[in-house]
Structure formats: structure tokens, C-alpha cells
């Protein structure tokens, strides 16, 4: 019964993810799993892309990147509290880039928007999340990272 909540739990979401970020997007399928970024790998000189590339930009030798599962962990390089927020947003909320161990450095929205719980360098880790309401005030998820600590 578990693995068929967790199917539906997935399938739920899935349906939930914006459109835009579903290709980029690797939900879990089990509760010991974790939700992971899409980029991808150049075979030829090794650098890694997010969002994934069609075609390697560094050496334009690999004609088809290798899809690869991000590291789900990084830490916060920098950060912006929004307080007026376009429709559908509720404000404040809080975006900022986050490094993780590929080298990469993602744009994100972040789970934690209190000033004084948020600080450059801390650990952070990838959630599937609300991001937004559309037009029919149904929730739209994507990616976030959330404190660590939390
Ligand atoms: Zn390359």
C-alpha cells in the first residue's frame, strides 16, 4: 500500500509541476529517494550544464550531452528577499543562487525567506514545492532549496 500512496503522491505532483520545469525535474519514486535536478555532461571536456544542453557550448565537441542527476545539496552563494511579487507569487518569498558540487551555480526560489534565518554559505537542499498559483488558483510546483537545518 505504501508504494501505491507514493506512486499516486508522485503522479499528483507531477501533474502539478509547471509545465516549463518538468523536463528538468526528477521526482522521487520512493520515500528514500530525493527530488533531483536534470542537467547534463559533456563527454568530451566533462562540464556540466543546468538547465541540460543540446549541444556542449564549452568545447562544442559533444553533440548530445549525457543527462545527468544533479547533486540535490549546495550551498547558498546569494540571495534576494521579494517583497512586491508578480501575480500569482505570495510575498515575501525569498530567490537566490545556490553552488552545488558540479560547479554549477542554480537560480532558485528559496523555502525560507526570514532575513535572520537565511545566510550566505549555508547548506541547502533541493525540495519539490508550491511556487505559484495560476490563473485558476491551482498551485503550480517546481524546484526550491531549503535550509538544511530545517
Ligand atoms: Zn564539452
Do not use: W
Request: glycine share 8%.
Amino acid at each position: 500500500m505504501t508504494t501505491d500512496n507514493n506512486a499516486l503522491r508522485v503522479d499528483t505532483i507531477g501533474n502539478l509541476i509547471d509545465p516549463k520545469l518538468k523536463p528538468f525535474i526528477k521526482l522521487p519514486e520512493s520515500p528514500s529517494e530525493k527530488p533531483h535536478l536534470i542537467g547534463s555532461k559533456c563527454s568530451s571536456c566533462g562540464e556540466y550544464f543546468f538547465p541540460k544542453r543540446a549541444i556542449c557550448p564549452n568545447c562544442l565537441k559533444d553533440e548530445k550531452p549525457e543527462d545527468i542527476l544533479l547533486d540535490n545539496k549546495g550551498k547558498l552563494y546569494t540571495y534576494c528577499i521579494v517583497k512586491a511579487a508578480p501575480l500569482g507569487f505570495d510575498a515575501p518569498y525569498a530567490i537566490g543562487y545556490v553552488d552545488i558540487p558540479e560547479g554549477l551555480r542554480i537560480f532558485s526560489p528559496l523555502t525560507e525567506c526570514d532575513k535572520g534565518k537565511i545566510k550566505i554559505g549555508m547548506d541547502l537542499e533541493l525540495i519539490v514545492d508550491k511556487i505559484r498559483e495560476d490563473e485558476a488558483g491551482q498551485a503550480v510546483y517546481g524546484y526550491k532549496f531549503k535550509p538544511v537545518s530545517l
